[in-house]
């Protein structure tokens, strides 16, 4: 296998481990709306974007008058994932493209790959950078599941 194409695997493990990682993250947003508000809006909630699901979440953990150490860690974890779904619209959303670079006064050349945003505000991201996310997303879903199984717990008990 030759050094392109080792890359180019590379990129598709990363984009594929952030992509999914980021489903279980999608997926526990609504396992949230399921379990903690104490009215039922899942339904109409799921609908929202995930960023706006975000804020709906975080405004009724910050809303309670008490919050367990559970409450506080999902918020600051749901926080981190809305800022880390901006790369994940990134990588989703735009093609891995190669950019070539060129010293015009010594004719030296440098090529890097990146998956830059088409739209104006131009975020980019290599493969280390991806490889930081993908590890990032995939260890904050795992966090996730853990803490909203604590809270469901919580929410058991005071039942």
């Known amino acids: 296998m030759d050094e392109r194409t080792r890359e180019l695997d590379e990129w598709r493990c990363m984009v594929g481990t952030a992509i999914l990682s980021f489903g279980d993250i999608e997926f526990i947003t609504l396992k949230c709306l399921a379990h903690i508000p104490s009215d039922t809006i899942v339904k109409v909630a799921s609908h ?28 600051a974890k749901l926080k981190r994932a809305k800022a880390l779904s901006e790369y994940r619209n990134v990588i989703a959303h ?27 505000d131009g975020k980019s991201i290599d493969l280390p950078g991806l490889t930081e996310l993908a590890a990032e997303a995939e260890s904050l879903a795992s966090e996730l599941y853990l803490v909203l199984g604590k809270i469901v717990e919580e929410l058991g008990e005071a039942k």
């Open 48 to 75: 929202l974007p995930f960023s706006r699901r975000v804020d709906l979440i975080v405004e009724i953990l910050e809303g309670r008058s008490s919050q367990s150490q559970s409450v506080m860690t999902l918020i």
């Open 94 to 120: 735009n093609p891995l493209l190669l950019d070539l670079y060129i010293n015009q006064a010594t004719g030296d050349m440098k090529a890097e790959r990146a998956i830059t945003a088409a739209r104006s």
